[in-house]
Antibody, heavy 119, light 112 residues
Framework: EVQLVESGGGLVQPGGSLRLSCAAS????????MHWVRQAPGKGLVWVSR????????VYADSVKGRFTISRDNAKNTLFLQMNSLRAEDTAVYYC????????????WGQGTLVTVSS | DIVMTQSPDSLAVSLGERATINCKSS????????????LAWYQQKPAQPPKLLIY???TRESGVPDRFSGSGSGADFTLTISSLQAEDVAVYYC?????????FGQGTKLEI
């Protein structure tokens, strides 16, 4: 069974840092691009970042560029999101998602991890 | 950035009736070299992550009931549920993957 399990969320003060992880299983992790997507409480879905299969190419939404870093460890089947200089508006559930093989749709999604930025 | 706009924002449909959700992109998401529309649809039930329903605008994901169908091309797309079931109550999102940043519609809340 294909599975994605996020961890690392929590409460952090504005300006702080947090590192999210996403453990993948049930598929050949190194063959797929991976994404982070977030959803603020009661709001819609917002794409955050994408990494290619070997980690050599990354893309970010403008809202997180320069503050967030996506990376992966294919030996450990794990995706990461390093989040620095966090702001209140970064408060959201963060989902990791696998990309389609032929296009950047998202399937499947993890259950998500909640990040709350507040003093 | 490609802006995705869904209509309506919310929709109430009787059990067994047809539900139609529209999605319009601010520019075409049809890639001329392969004649494919870079458009996906998702279903999100309360307290659950989204679930992929359709990609390439009309290709149903494996395991998705055939009452769900996608249509449209270019910049105008439709998700149709042919006969609404109680378990279809959810928020539905369209998403373009033609270019980054990847963008979603604002969501359509479907109720009975």
């Amino acid at each position: 069974e294909v599975q994605l399990v996020e961890s690392g969320g929590g409460l952090v003060q504005p300006g702080g840092s947090l590192r999210l992880s996403c453990a993948a299983s049930g598929f050949t992790f190194s063959s797929y691009w991976m994404h982070w997507v977030r959803q603020a409480p009661g709001k819609g879905l917002v794409w955050v970042s994408r990494v290619n299969t070997d980690g050599s190419s990354t893309v970010y939404a403008d809202s997180v560029k320069g503050r967030f870093t996506i990376s992966r460890d294919n030996a450990k089947n794990t995706l990461f999101l390093q989040m620095n200089s966090l702001r209140a508006e970064d408060t959201a559930v963060y989902y990791c998602a696998r990309s389609g093989l032929q296009g950047n749709w998202f399937d499947p999604w993890g259950q998500g991890t909640l990040v709350t930025v507040s003093s | 950035d490609i802006v995705m706009t869904q209509s309506p924002d919310s929709l109430a449909v009787s059990l067994g009736e047809r539900a139609t959700i529209n999605c319009k992109s601010s520019q075409s998401v049809l890639y001329s070299s392969n004649n494919k529309n870079y458009l996906a649809w998702y279903q999100q039930k309360p307290a659950q992550p989204p679930k992929l329903l359709i990609y390439w605008a009309s290709t149903r994901e494996s395991g998705v009931p055939d009452r769900f169908s996608g249509s449209g091309s270019g910049a105008d797309f439709t998700l149709t549920i042919s006969s609404l079931q109680a378990e279809d109550v959810a928020v539905y999102y369209c998403q373009q993957y033609y270019s980054t940043p990847l963008t979603f519609g604002q969501g359509t809340k479907l109720e009975i």
